[in-house]
């Protein structure tokens, strides 16, 4: 530590000192123990001194043994220093020796050589019958005795490489010594050769064998294990003398398990018993022939070759492994070759099977699940994906299409649409797609819930689409129409089931989101993508009563064009709106079969139309009155007609409550204004008919005033000025029907 950085510890040390004095001494009474406080912190200072004066102490003491040690290994050093200087000297003097004892290294080897002769002696005579024996064990027909053959087999390999082994380290100069023995020992190869077709073959029964003969199976693996042993020891004699062995390594074990991994092929393959040519579910008869063989031989695995193999093989873990590699494998190629779509969506499923419990999922296996890699690595995976969406989306589309054309063809029967418990009339198109839709989504469900959601999704937006396609054949339907409104018969009856058609759409939809998008029950939709769908159905249903009216108006146009002219004046009674009246009549019969939402929609609209054009027949200066009488008696029929509409509606109401609807008092008021005979008090019912209706425009009123025979139009313009004038700051901004005239 530095002056500076000890004068600064200093200081600090300072200051805290005086922070606890003064904590110490905060109140007056503390001050009578000021000298019991500075003998505590005397006796503070001496205990904190003792200890540092001890710590000091031991780190010294360290340091000197430290120092003690330093010097002993430097000692030591120096001493190991002279004693290699010494072995050089005597190595140097060890070496002139060679030259002195080469003729006893030269009867050294050749002893060595005569010892190896004649401890084979007996081997090398009697390698024909051994042959021949271990020839009978392996080829013995009441039971072969392979570890008797192996043994025998190990003796011959034995003696051949121990001569070879005393020919590599004394070469002759001759090469017909290494010709003679190789000629000698050559049937020993064959043996081996023959042996381990025999271990092979059992490998490659194995899961045969070891049902029926589960000590073959591990004889077999005993004469695995002797061979590694062997290997071993020839790999290290190699390392010492550069001697290689013949035939070694064998490798037998690699070439154990390489048997298994070729076995699990042929056995992956061997279950497609056809092709797409011969059968069209060809897939799903391969896909679950291989999940049972899988499985069984799964179950033979653990349960019998676990309890023969040598537990550092890991036979389970290995079948297992073996078994991925080769399905892994087989699906990718079954995928470059190309699949159709329904085999896409079965081999998708099949994934999702491969690792339930009707195969590694099997509780009987024990497999823990989070060792095992997935089958197919997630780019493959996320290519199946991929192709099965695209195809999902040609076939919704087809799918749609094709249940539209038969929807389209239903609208042309010679009777009336179907009508479900509740009397309403309704087709089976919204049906058939949400059926569609949810078989999809169960196969999807099946296979992962991400690809539940994309599918969603997907039907959504096609739903969305399936919306102009649907109104467009709508329009189509509604041009035939026109051409000849006879046709189709049941023209009206079906454009009532369309409309229905929707609001059904429209509760499959939510049900659709809130099945997938666990959206509690009576909760709007969650997603912007369900909310543009809910509100194009709507729209097309809005459409479709559109329609619905506009073709009953084209019925009752012809009549509104009758009010207020001579013709109607003159008629007795009141034909154009008894006619109005029965038509409405005979259309109801038709809307009761329309759901609750859409018939209330529709008679609010029928109610206002009917009105509006009732009113813009009144104000449309068809006619001029000649007289009082005449308008006196064109304003009594305006008031009977208004109230036999008025009682029209009221009968069909919708609304429980059955309220009247107030814009009918507009006819009366108009009337009064009509057939009022003193012309002083006109302004009187002007003031209030613009005051029940804000809405009623200038133009309107001027017009039913000039069709009176005693107002001019000047005169009419004055009242009519007059009459907003002294309204204008009280008008409210109340729409009535008279905002709608010019819809």
Same mark, same amino acid.
């Given at each position: 530590m530095d002056s500076a950085s000890f004068g600064t510890a200093e200081i600090e040390a300072i200051e805290n000192a005086s922070k606890r004095v003064e904590n110490l001494l905060k109140r007056p009474d503390q001050l009578e123990r000021v000298e019991q406080m500075r003998r505590k912190e005397a006796r503070k200072k001496a205990s904190v001194e003792a200890r540092l004066k001890t710590a000091m102490q031991s780190q010294l003491d360290g340091v000197k043994t430290g120092l003690i040690q330093l010097n002993d290994a430097l000692t030591g050093i120096r001493e190991i220093r002279q004693s290699v200087k010494e072995v050089d000297t005597m190595y140097e003097e060890c070496s002139k020796l060679t030259s002195k004892l080469g003729d006893v290294k030269e009867v050294a080897n050749e002893h060595s050589q005569l010892a190896a002769a004649v401890e084979n002696?007996?081997?090398?005579? *009697?390698?024909?019958?051994? &042959?021949?024996?271990t020839e009978e064990c392996i080829n013995k027909e009441n039971g072969p005795n392979y570890l008797v053959a192996h043994k025998g087999l190990m003796e011959l390999e034995s003696s051949r490489d121990d001569l070879f082994y005393e020919l590599h380290k004394n070469p002759s100069n001759l090469p017909t010594d290494d010709l003679l023995l190789r000629r000698y020992f050559e049937k020993v190869q064959a043996l081996s050769d023959m042996l381990y077709q025999k271990v092979r073959y059992v490998l490659q029964q194995l899961l045969n064998v070891v049902q029926t003969k589960p000590e073959l199976v591990v004889t077999c693996l005993r004469i695995i294990e002797r061979e590694e042993r062997l290997d071993r020891k020839f790999l290290e004699r190699k390392k010492m003398s550069d001697f290689d062995a013949p035939g070694r390594p064998k490798e037998w074990k690699k070439k154990a398990f390489e048997i298994l991994q070729k076995s699990a092929n042929a056995r992956i393959e061997g279950s497609q018993l056809e092709d797409r040519t011969q059968e069209r579910m060809w897939l799903v008869r391969h896909l679950e022939l291989t999940r049972q063989? #899988?499985?069984?031989?799964? =179950? &033979? #695995? =653990?349960?019998? !070759? #676990?309890? !023969?193999?040598?537990?550092?093989?890991?036979?389970? *873990?290995t079948y297992i492994r073996i078994y991925h590699e080769a399905l892994s494998k087989h699906i990718e190629e079954m995928m470059d070759s190309g699949l159709e779509s329904n085999e896409i969506i079965h081999l998708l499923t099949w994934l999702t099977e491969y690792t339930g419990p009707m195969c590694l999922g099997n509780a009987e296996l024990d497999i823990d699940m989070k060792k095992i890699p997935a089958l197919l690595s997630p780019q493959t995976v996320d290519r199946l994906h991929q192709d099965y969406m695209k195809t999902l989306h040609l076939n919704i589309q087809k799918w749609m299409r094709n249940a539209l054309d038969s929807d389209f063809k239903d609208w042309h029967h010679d009777q009336e649409p179907e009508s479900g418990s509740d009397g309403f009339y309704q087709t089976q198109l919204p049906v058939i797609i949400f059926q569609m839709i949810e078989q999809n989504l169960q196969v999807s469900d099946q296979i992962s819930k991400d690809l539940t959601s994309k599918v969603v999704l997907i039907c959504v937006e096609e739903l969305q689409g399936f919306v102009d396609t649907y109104r467009t054949t709508i329009q189509e339907y509604k041009k035939e129409h026109l051409l000849d409104r006879r046709t189709p018969q049941f023209f009206f009856q079906y454009m009532v089931a369309i409309a229905n058609t929707f609001h059904i759409f429209i509760e499959y939809s939510k049900k659709l989101e809130r099945g997938h998008l666990q959206l509690p029950e009576g909760e709007s939709s969650g997603t912007t993508l369900f909310k543009s769908l809910l509100d194009a159905y709507h729209g097309l249903a809005g459409e479709t009563l559109a329609e619905l009216l506009a073709e009953m108006f084209m019925d009752l146009d012809p009549q509104f064009k009758e009010v207020m002219t001579r013709q109607w004046l003159e008629e007795q009674g009141c034909i154009q709106v008894d006619t109005i009246c029965v038509t409405i009549e005979d259309y109801y019969n038709d809307f009761v079969h329309l759901r609750k939402n859409n018939f209330i929609s529709l008679m609010k609209e029928l109610e206002?139309? *009917?009105?509006?054009?009732?009113?813009?027949a009144i104000l449309e200066r068809k006619m001029m009155f000649k007289s009082y009488d005449e308008r006196k008696r064109a304003g009594e029929k305006l008031c009977q007609e208004g109230d036999q509409l008025k009682i029209l509606f009221h009968r069909f109401s919708p609304d429980e409550n059955k309220k009247e609807n107030a814009n009918f008092n507009s006819i009366p008021a108009i009337a009064e204004v009509i057939k009022l005979e003193d012309t002083m008090l006109i302004s009187l019912e002007i003031s209030t008919l613009v005051n029940k209706f804000p809405d009623f425009k200038r133009d309107h009123l001027n017009a039913i005033l000039t069709m009176r025979e005693d107002v001019t139009v000047q005169l009419a313009r004055e009242l009519v000025t007059e009459a907003y004038d002294a309204l204008e700051a009280d008008r409210k901004a109340v729409k009535t029907v008279f905002s709608t005239l010019n819809r």
């Open positions: 002696l007996k081997h090398i005579f *009697t390698v024909p019958e051994n &042959i021949i024996k063989n #899988v499985l069984n031989d799964l =179950k &033979i #695995v =653990k349960f019998l !070759c #676990v309890p !023969c193999f040598p537990p550092e093989y890991r036979i389970f *873990t206002r139309r *009917t009105l509006a054009s009732y009113l813009k």
